[in-house]
């Protein structure tokens, strides 16, 4: 009998983290999706486990027995309202949670990073992910993926004028990102969420990670 197992998706609600849920609810390799939320959400499936919880008191959390952790966890400046907030989320929680699916015994961890992600960055946005990435590899996960995607397409349930002026960018110019130039052409939220699931499921150890051109393969992978 073939395993199936079970998903822990954090940052469920947001344009990854809801598809990267929809999508495993659908995959029959998956016997149990369960979510972290701020909120209730109302969704409901026989294979969804929605917890509620405080992310200030992470370290108070029971455990979980998922497999696989998918971390879809993020935020904006504008949306976090300082740096130090924002930080806080994107880098804070997402360690703690990496630690404590260690602690676990999670078989696999995924995580979304970004395209130029560097501890070194002068810029705040891409040095925060890079510590992040820097600091989930000093966990010591079993296996580690992180996926750094370039400019995410997709419907979000709040409205960004600076992803909507790139969006038309895109549209516009696009195919123009060929050859080295192609890990820098906006990828559909939905292909990086089936590169996440697809690799999950890989038996492979240690840290893998999958930039923006190679997401970009899985464009022909049977869904």
């Known amino acids: 009998m073939e ?20 999508q495993l609810l ?13 909120q209730p959400t109302g969704l409901q499936h026989p294979k969804l486990n929605e917890r509620v919880i405080d992310f200030k008191s992470l370290d108070t959390m029971e455990g979980t027995d998922a497999e696989h952790v998918f971390c879809c ?7 976090a309202r300082s740096k130090a ?20 015994g999670a078989e696999r961890f995924a995580y979304i990073s970004s395209i130029g992600a560097s501890a070194n960055s002068g810029n705040f946005y891409l040095h925060t992910k890079g510590k992040v990435e820097e600091d989930l590899q000093a ?16 419907e979000r349930g709040e409205k960004r004028f ?7 960018m895109m549209r516009a110019f696009g195919y123009l990102l060929v050859g080295r130039l192609l890990k820098y052409k ?10 996440m699931i697809a690799e999950a499921k890989k038996e492979a150890t240690g840290v893998t990670i999958i930039e923006s051109d190679k997401i970009q393969q899985y464009r022909d992978l049977d869904a």
Do not use: N, Q
């Open 85 to 104: 907030i924002f930080y806080t989320i994107d880098h804070d929680y997402v360690i703690s949670i990496a630690e404590m699916a260690m602690r676990w």
């Open 3 to 22: 395993k199936k197992y079970k998903a822990l998706v954090v940052g469920a609600t947001g344009m990854c983290g809801s598809l990267c849920v929809h």
């Open 139 to 154: 966990t010591h996960l079993k296996r580690l993926l992180i996926f750094r995607p370039s400019f995410l397409i997709g």
């Open 186 to 195: 906006g990828v559909e939220a939905s292909l990086v969420v089936k590169a």
């Open 73 to 79: 966890l993020g935020t904006t400046i504008k949306k």
């Open 26 to 38: 659908k995959d029959a390799d998956y016997r149990e999706v369960e979510t972290w939320v701020r």
């Open 162 to 168: 600076g992803e909507t002026v790139a969006k038309a």
